[in-house]
Structure formats: C-alpha cells, structure tokens
C-alpha cells in the first residue's frame, strides 16, 4: 500500500459539523489568553512612548525612575546590540528606538516594578530629551523630493534614481502592448484612490510573560500567530540561542496577521533578565492603536479599457503604499493581485512604498490585495455602468480560468473563479429588487495562499485515541480541521481525537499562522503524520498475523489482510491494535515534517445591498452574500465563519475605519469608541455560498479560505454606494460625511 | 536551459531582459545561477524571492525540480496575514 501518495475524496468526517473544540472553554472564560498567564513573583512592566510624530533621542535619563522604591529594572534600546540583519534591526528598533523616535507612540523605554503604581510613576520619571524634526503622515506627501526624511538609505536596488528620500521599494509586474490594448477599447476609464490604514481589529491586546534565569534560559509566554517566530525574533535581539528559549502561547483573541511580529516580547525578556524577575506587560487598547501595526494606507491610480461588448482589452494600475516608519514589501503583494480575476494580453502594474510617520505596517489579511483590486473594481464597475453592461456578465467574460497567464506572470491551473461567478449569477440575490436609495455592488476577490514549515506530531495512545501535536496557534478553527482530518484518516470518530498546540521546545519548525496555510499545510502534514502511524498499526498486525506487511490494508479504522490472505483473520482495529502496542514494540505514533507547497490560489465574489440616507450619508448594509472556492470545506461552519469574518471587516474598511492624524502627526483615534469597527447591529446576516473546485496540491483538495474574503468587500460597497447615490467615491472610508459631500456636490 | 521569467522591475538588474535562461535543475541550483549570471539580482534574492513552477508557488524549496519545459516565474517572497 502506497501511504504517502493516495488522495481521498468520499469522506466520513470531513464536511461536516462537528462540534467545535474551543467552543466551551471560550464561552465560559475558561479559555486562558495572553493577559491570563501568571507566574509568582512577576512584575509589572510598562512602556514609555513618544508624545512625537518625528523626533531626534538626545538623551534618555533613567536615575530616578530607578532610584524608586519598587522599580526593578529599566530598559531602553541600550541594553541591546544593534543586529547586522536589516530585517531584524527593524523590528528591534521598532520594539525600543535607538537614536529617533519615528512615529507618535514609538516605544523608547521600559519599567519592571512590583506593581502598577510604581511602574506608572517610573514611567514619569523617565526624562527624555527630544529635538522634534519635521514629520510626514501622507503617502503621496512623503513622496515628494523634498519630504521630511523619516530615515536616511533605505532605499532598495529596485527604486529608480531621482525618487523622493521616502521610496524604499518599486516593483512591477504585466506582460503585452498596453498602447496597442487601449487602442483597441471603445472606452477607456482612468480614476484616482486613496485608502486609509486599517488596524485589524483584534479584540484581545497583546500581552506576554517573560521569565529570563540567572542561567540564561527563558520562557515566554505569549498571545501570537507564530510562537516559533517569536522565538526566532526574540532571540535575536536578546543575543539568545534558540534552544535557550521556549515560547508558549496562549489561546489567541483574534490575530489577522497583526501578530506576526513582536512588539512587547523582547522588552519583557530585556527587563526580566536586567531585574532578574518574571516581567508580564499587558498593552492598553490605546496603545495597540498608536505602535502596533495596521495595514498600509493607499494612494492609487487605475486606468482600464473595455469594448462595447464588454471585453476588457488593458488594464493599468499605479499603487503608492506607506507601511510606516519602516521598509516593506506589502505593494509587491498588491501588484501581483491587482488585475489577477481577469484575463488580460496587457496589463500592467507599478508599485512604490514609502516610509512615513506612522506605526511599522503589520499584515493583515491578505495584506496588500484588498485595496488594489478595490481600485481596479471600481474602474471595472464604471465601465459596465458606462457602456451600460451587466457587471457580472463582464466578470464572467474577462474571468481567468485554467490556462490563463495570470498579470503576475503564472500560468493558472485548476481554480474556481468561474465557477464562483456563475454561482453568484444564479444566486436569488442577484435578481432580487431594490427599492429607492438602495444599490447592488459586486466584486471578486484574490489571494495567493501558501504552504511553509510545518511539522506534526501524531500519537496513538493505548486507549485507541489520537493526540495531534501541531505548532500553529489556531485563529480560526484549525483544531477541529486538524482532528478531523486525523480522524478521517484513521477512520476513528472525531471525539476520538484531540488537538494540542504546542511550545517552541516540542516540534521542529512551524511557520507563522498566516497565509491561509494551516488548514493546507498543517492538514496535509497531519495526513501524513496519520499515514505514517497506520503504516506502523499495519506493520503491527502482519507480524500477529504472520504475513507479509504488504499484505495488510487499511480500511475504516482497521488493519485487514488483503490480497491472498483476505479473510484468513478478523480485522483488527485501532483500539484493539493500541491496547496491546506495549507488547507489540512499543508506542506507536507518526510524525511528518514538511515545507509544505501546492498551496492553490483562492478566488471569491462578493455581493452587496445598501441603502443610502441621501440626508445624513450614512450607509446599510442590507444584503450580503459571500461566495468562495474552498477547494474542499473541511468544517463548514469555520470555513462560512472566515467568510463571514472576512467581510464584516472589509465592510468596516470600506464604511468607517481610519487611522486619522492631526497636524502634529498624533494619531487622533487610539480606541474603538472613535475608531468604527463595525459591531453585529451594523451587520446583516452575512450568507455564504462555498464552492469546492478541488486543489489537486492538497490530498482532500483543501484550498486556504482565510484571507480572500476580507479581499472583495471594499469594492463590492463602493460599487454599491455609488449605484445608490448615482455619484462614485474614490476614497475609503465611505464615512456619513464623505456619502454626504459626494452627494451635495452633484447637486 | 531553464527559462526563468523576471518580474517587470528586475528586468532593469538584468540588462533588460524579461525572460533569463540559466543551467539549473532545481530551485537552489536556479537562484545561484541566475545570481551568478545577473549579480545585480542577488540583493532581492538574498531578501528573498518565491518561485512558481508550473503555476505553483514554492517559497525555499531548495530541491524543487525544475525541467527545460517548466514555466518557471520569479515572485517576490509571498507574505500573508
């Protein structure tokens, strides 16, 4: 029998919808988070942070906070060493400034006391001497020739000579004769957007415990998407070997890419080695807003051509990202995803990032994409509008398909963009009236999804049930995905199993919790984890049999003698093959260990019903509906959830959400009472349709589903909006008083 | 010979051309190749790239066969949330 290599498609437990096995523990608080975690002895630590958008660091005075009863130890970027590794100097400098500070809230140092008073009036009694240099907050601002510079060379290969001191990185992707594709279109359309930074929205604030000994070994204890990242990171800047370090983490509130990175885990490792304590900090909401990462902001340019018919003949897009104060490659993301639902000969797409005045940029869903393909949804949608077309005719006409040269450059093979729009077509939302104030928008929606470092570990325990061991904190329902996939291997019911994420010191390398990957990468390693204990099972019985291990299949959770031994022995089952493993060699387990690929590509389309007040501008949502290919929805419920998920916070990006900033370059909004999340009375019932266009990289099919759906709903309102009020925005937020000015002004 | 395309803003690193042929039969033999050929490409190597073989993306997979016939296409690295 061939363990590693056949792929399975009639399923007993995947597809269904078992009970969730987080869903207790969350509901009755017994689930432990980050600010959960105690240990005795730990002390209070705290951030001083900078009341400047942009300052020079002349001197950091730390006597008297020291000098305080109760204060155990403070830490500024001094304590560390300066990395050689760019990437990991940024993060360090990110976490405690050294030399400027380069954003309002950039960390600059930290208190250890024995509790919250003192570390608040330690805080107080840290002097820092600022020089305040001019600031810039503005994409488009910062990338002028004579911008404030935020940081002196950090411009990569790819900028072209002559750009402004703020542009760190330009990239371009496309293929064909653009001058010969417009010529060919009977209507060409060019529009200008901006976008506003978004901050993923996490409900649960960063928090972490470090315990650092006087031998030089720590622990850590955190809320994380990727504990063996964080580890990795810490490390580094603490001058650590790895193996010296275990990261553990905790149940997670809601991560989004947001934490992907570090931002108070290396501060508490540096205060707890220098006061030779236990250290927790706990981030305030506020200051989750002003120094952790939101997405970038956007300043954009999309120019499309379409014939009568709806062809598009070539497409252009010119996409300016800020990420902060510090170098990224998001646009690169957003460049490739632009034009990806379309099958074009000519496309073209450019890209520059800038460094401002703002926090470093951390992923968030799909990070790049959403605001580039809502640029070029919207042009989309004003062509149809124009040459008076269906939308989703067009769609269905340009739609990439199997064979398409994607405007990245690959070759598509198996996706199921089609397949969704079609649906979408078909579906009663479509075609239901509107009445007045009200519009319809669509629009679909990319990402690339993939695999990386997974390792996982597989027991049978002598009881007949399975542990999973696996390294990726679960954000959106991967322990029942993980446990039914091992369960549907071994043929053993769901309740038999359970998942377990582990610490750093347990299991080779995971990547982060990102990318859409686990439920892929994660599953497939399980697989095959479950295939290399089934092997071992299989082995098992032949020798009690006394045949050949060949000649033993596996079938509904029992080892059978197939071949010309079929029916010379009663199966053996799982439970009756571990009851007696102690007396058959051992314990028996599978473990598989992968940098996993074959990841498929994810397409959705997303439609959405509002109504404008035409007097006061403000929007409802009164209809929505999500359709995505999940290659294979191993647990429905979560797979509707991401959906779900996905468009409530597009929904706010689109209508509410923004990071605004004052004249001084301080962030005006650090909380949720002034920052609109959307909460569930500003939501209809979100409905979703999944669709399964197998991913042949994945042996059930299974495609990522995470990061798609937050892709489309910014076009999709903004569509909607516009065919309401008869007047297109071309700026996000669509807030009541932009809706209103948008309106007034067409009189 | 493997032909490896490059994305539009590399083209300028290699003396203009979007489509580079190099001796390689997998991912790690490719990088070093195309490094060794168009030194001026190694800076984003280094930083990281991904590359797509026959429209599937791999991300440091040293040992991904690559053939003459693959349809192999540079990436900047991939990054998700």
Known sequence: ?747 | MVAVKLWGSLRDLAEGQEVVEVEASNFKELLDALAAKHPALKPQIDRGVSLAVDGLVYRNSWFTEVRPDSEVVLMPYMKGG
């Not at chain 1, 920052?675 to 042996?699: F, K, Q, W």
């Open chain 1, 1 to 747: 029998m061939n363990f590693q290599s056949s792929s399975k498609q009639d399923f007993k437990v995947v597809g269904t919808r078992v009970a969730r096995p987080d869903g207790v523990d969350k509901v009755t608080g017994r689930a432990l988070y980050g600010a959960d975690f105690n240990v005795p002895g730990c002390q209070v630590g705290l951030i001083l942070r900078s009341p400047h958008a942009h300052a020079r660091i002349d001197n950091i005075d730390t006597s008297e906070a020291l000098a305080l009863p109760g204060v155990k130890a403070v830490v500024t970027s001094a304590d560390w060493g300066v990395p050689e590794d760019e990437g990991l100097r940024d993060v360090q400098d990110n976490c405690l400034a050294r030399g400027k500070v380069l954003y309002d809230g950039h960390a600059v140092a930290a208190v250890a006391a024995k509790d919250m008073v003192t570390a608040r009036a330690a805080l107080k009694l840290i002097r820092v001497d600022y020089t305040p240099l001019p600031h810039v907050t503005d994409v488009d601002e910062a990338m002028k020739p004579d911008a404030p510079v935020v940081q002196e060379a950090r411009a990569d290969e790819s900028v072209p000579e002559g750009s402004g001191p703020n542009v760190t990185h330009y990239c371009e992707f496309g293929h064909g004769d653009l001058d010969a594709g417009f010529a060919k279109a009977d209507t060409v359309i060019e529009r200008s957007f901006t976008t506003a930074a978004t901050h993923q929205g996490y409900i649960e604030p960063h928090a972490c415990v470090a315990s650092y000994g006087n031998d030089g070994k720590a622990d850590l204890w955190c809320t994380t998407q990727g504990q063996y990242l964080v580890r990795d990171l810490c490390a580094g800047i603490m001058g650590m070997e790895g193996s010296q370090l275990r990261v553990t983490p905790s149940e997670i509130g809601g991560g989004f890419g947001g934490k992907t990175t570090v931002f108070i885990e290396p501060v508490a490792l540096a205060l707890s080695r220098k006061a030779g304590r236990p250290v927790k900090i706990v981030m305030s909401r506020v200051d989750v807003f002003r120094a952790t990462g939101p997405t970038v902001s956007s300043s954009m340019d999309v120019r499309i051509g379409m014939t009568k018919d709806g062809r598009i003949t070539a497409g252009e897009a010119k996409l300016r990202y800020q990420g902060g104060a510090f170098p990224c490659g998001t646009v690169d993301m957003g460049a490739q995803a632009a034009f990806a639902a379309y099958d074009m000969e000519a496309v073209r797409t450019r890209g520059w990032n800038a460094l401002t005045n703002r926090p470093k940029e951390a992923a968030y869903r799909a990070p790049g994409a959403p605001m580039a393909i809502y640029a070029v949804e919207s042009v989309v949608d004003e062509l149809c509008q124009q040459l008076e077309l269906d939308p989703l005719d067009v769609r269905l006409k340009n739609a990439a398909d199997a064979g398409t040269k994607a405007s990245y450059g690959v070759t598509f093979d198996q996706i199921g963009l089609r397949a969704t729009l079609e649906a979408a077509k078909e579906h009663a939302h479509y075609h239901a009236p509107l009445g007045e104030n009200q519009g319809r928008g669509l629009s679909c929606g990319f990402w690339f999804n993939f695999g990386g470092n997974t390792s996982v570990s597989l027991a049978i325990n002598a009881d007949g049930t399975a542990s999973v061991t696996e390294g990726n904190p679960d954000i959106g329902g991967s322990r029942a995905s993980i446990s039914m996939m091992a369960a549907e291997e071994l043929g053993i019911p769901y309740d038999k199993v359970r998942t377990f994420i582990t610490d750093t010191g347990s299991l080779g390398q995971n990547d982060v919790t990102d990318g859409s990957r686990v439920t892929f990468a994660v599953g497939l390693a399980t697989i095959k984890a479950a295939r290399a204990a089934i092997q071992v099972m299989c082995a098992r019985a032949a020798k009690i049999w006394g045949i050949d291990e060949d000649a033993v299949i596996w079938e509904d959770g029992a080892a059978k003698p197939s071949g010309p031994n079929a029916g010379d022995f009663e199966p053996m089952t799982l439970a009756e093959i571990a009851a007696i493993s102690s007396e058959t060699g051992g314990p028996i387990a599978g473990h598989h260990e992968v940098n996993a690929e074959g990841a498929g590509v994810s397409f959705g389309v997303h439609l959405a019903d509002v109504e404008v007040d035409p007097e006061t501008g403000a929007t409802t949502v009164l209809r929505y509906t999500v359709f995505q290919d999940a290659g294979k929805a191993v647990h429905p419920d979560y797979v509707e959830g991401q959906m779900q998920g996905g468009a409530a916070q597009g929904i706010g990006w689109a209508l509410n959400e923004e990071y605004i900033y004052d004249e001084d370059g301080r962030l005006q909004n650090a909380g949720f009472l002034d920052y609109r999340i959307p909460v569930a009375s500003d939501l209809p019932a979100i409905d979703t349709v999944i669709l399964e266009i197998p991913n042949p990289g994945h042996p059930y099919g299974v495609r990522g589903v995470g990061e798609t759906p937050i892709v489309p709903p910014l076009a999709a309102l903004s569509n909607a909006v516009s065919r309401a009020v008869g007047v297109r925005l071309h700026e996000l937020p669509m807030s009541p008083p932009k809706i209103l000015k948008a309106i007034m002004a067409q009189g």
